[in-house]
């Protein structure tokens, strides 16, 4: 496993997609909100929280940047879950 793979390979993208998109597109039109983006309403509203709390004078929209960044470090490690099962599994091979 290179590291290239580790950092950004398919799966890493696969998880990555699968938590931003619904929340950024639930953002955009309420809409599109779907249950499939608790998990990334949930880091954005505790970051968002705790955010406010440290830094009052931010605004909110200044707290999507740690919540790309955060979400792709939770990409990584979904990622290297997966392949461990994965690796795991005769089946899966």
Known sequence: MNV????????????YLLLVVPVVIGALDTR???PLA???????TL?????????PT????????????GMY?????LAAVYRAVRGTF????
């Open 58 to 69: 931010f605004e909110l929209w200044v707290f999507w940047v740690p919540f790309f960044l």
């Open 38 to 44: 608790l998990p990334g309403y949930l880091v954005l």
């Open 47 to 55: 970051g968002s929280a705790s955010g406010s709390h440290l830094f």
């Open 32 to 34: 599109f909100m779907t």
């Open 4 to 15: 290239r793979n580790v950092l950004a390979g398919r799966a890493v993208w696969g998880w």
């Open 90 to 93: 005769v089946a899966f091979k």
């Open 73 to 77: 470090v939770v990409s990584v490690g």
